[in-house]
């Protein structure tokens, strides 16, 4: 489904990705794991072109990307849910409306239709009630679930997670990550960059260790969690709980 | 019968009212026009585009730079000689016409950085959240980020709605019968100025107390979402 070849990316003073590939089939899930620094996130944002790599190819459906062509790259955001550490609602917008904006503004679904979608959308989250509250009343936890029925509404090929329970307070962690468990049953392709080895585990299909900007070690959960060969992806391992 | 008791008749304070609505159409026109003109500069020096970049540059210095006066004299006398027919217009719209253009166009340059601050101060998350969503740069700006910035502008936007209002007794300079100059035809009517330019001055007061009332109400209104 979608292919990254040779990613290079720098910002000043860093190597942010060293000549990374990874590809992600259909219904896969894949988690990106690795300390911090190590370039998940930048990888993960070049996916969608939040990060523009400065060399390397990336193809979707065999396609190559033109990550300077701008309505190019708006077809292509449209396919992809992106979930953000920070969750970056609309502040100014009601729950309701987050959901609707996409939809409205983009996929000229009308208002009706885009409601009773986001309505559905917010059953499933577990926040019907919430409907018409602004960002500023909800939890941590419920901005992180509203944020992914936002990135749901667009009906997405793929879901992009950047850390989506890094900001949480612990008690709240579960209920994000029973929403993507949820969303992994329902058979949706997702590509995670997380800290939750328990989650990881427990939800990929693959796990991939990257560190210092390179893929040390990529596999199955058993092979890269369970069964670890590189000294490195051992190092990390040891010094995190799950 | 006091001088007071002469100059402080129904008729005149009629007549200062007269005079402080056109001071308040300078002000308003000029707040609005200086406002699209502003968040068109602010765009400009947001953009990538370097020409135009450059251009707002050098308007902002250059309005920032020079007295609003002279600006309003540049107009005046400048209008006639760059549109045909101008000189045919009665006095009254010419001095009203330069006024307000001149008004708008020291107006936008302050609103410009307003502006621009204002949507600088925007999360780049918000950005990066609309694009994702596969929204075009015009889309985010208009659905995310000029309502959010927009809130914070409306403070500094009604002090420079304010400063209009008292900026506009300049235009009394270039010919036009408002507010200041109302009290100074009051003024030499009955060879006594300090009485009308006080109730001169309670009328402007009485109008920019009005606006920050006012602006303090939509504040709180719009605090909603915080």
């Known amino acids: 489904m979608i292919k990254l070849t040779n990613i290079d990316k720098h910002f000043p003073n860093v190597q942010a990705l060293n000549n990374v590939s990874i590809e992600i089939h259909e219904k896969e899930i894949v988690c990106l794991i690795g300390p911090s620094g190590s370039g998940k996130s930048t990888l993960l944002r070049c996916i969608n072109g939040l990060e523009i790599p400065d060399q390397g190819k990336v193809f979707v459906n065999d396609k190559e990307i033109d990550y300077h062509n701008e309505n190019e790259m708006q077809e292509l955001r449209k396919t992809l849910g992106f979930v953000f550490q920070g969750f970056n609602l609309f502040p100014h917008k009601t729950v309701i409306d987050n959901i609707t904006m996409g939809p409205i503004a983009i996929l000229h679904q009308n208002t009706d239709q885009a409601n009773a979608n986001a309505m559905s959308l917010l059953a499933r989250i577990g926040l019907v009630e919430k409907a018409n509250e602004y960002p500023s009343k909800l939890s941590g936890g419920q901005k992180q679930r509203v944020a992914i029925a936002r990135a749901l509404a667009m009906n997405p090929k793929i879901m992009l997670f950047d850390e989506p329970t890094s900001a949480l307070d612990p008690e709240m962690v579960k209920e994000v990550l029973m929403v993507m468990k949820e969303l992994a049953k329902d058979g949706m392709t997702m590509v995670i960059v997380t800290h939750e080895i328990g989650f990881a585990r427990e939800v990929s299909n693959k796990v991939i260790f990257m560190d210092e900007g390179s893929i040390i070690e990529s596999g199955t959960p058993d092979e890269v969690l369970g069964n670890p060969k590189n000294e490195r992806t051992k190092a990390f391992l040891s010094k995190v709980l799950y | ?226």
């Open chain 2, 1 to 226: 019968m006091t001088i007071f008791e002469k100059i402080f008749t129904l008729t005149n304070i009629t007549y200062l009212l007269r005079c402080a609505e056109v001071s308040l159409i300078l002000a308003t026109s000029s707040i609005v026009l200086g406002t699209i003109i502003g968040t068109l500069t602010a765009a400009a020096k947001i953009g990538k585009n370097r020409v135009l970049k450059l251009i707002a540059n050098a308007y902002i210095e250059f309005i920032r730079g020079t007295p609003m006066l002279l600006q309003l004299f540049i107009f005046f006398f400048g209008l006639p000689q760059l549109i045909p027919n101008y000189a045919n217009l009665s006095f009254s719209t010419q001095v009203f016409v330069a006024g307000i253009v001149g008004m708008s166009i020291n107006s936008g340059a302050y609103s410009a950085e307003l502006i621009r601050s204002g949507i600088e101060s925007i999360d780049i998350g918000q950005w990066e959240a609309g694009k994702s969503l596969g929204m075009s740069y015009f889309k985010i700006m208009k659905l995310i980020i000029l309502p959010q910035a927009f809130k914070r502008i409306i403070p500094p936007l009604v002090s420079e709605f304010i400063v209009l209002i008292k900026d506009s007794s300049l235009v009394s300079s270039i010919g036009a019968t408002e507010l200041l100059k109302g009290a100074q035809v009051i003024g030499s009517h009955y060879y006594n100025y300090m009485i009308p330019l006080f109730m001169a001055a309670l009328i402007y007061l009485a109008m920019t107390l009005t606006v920050s009332t006012l602006a303090k109400k939509i504040e709180k209104r719009m605090k909603i979402y915080d």
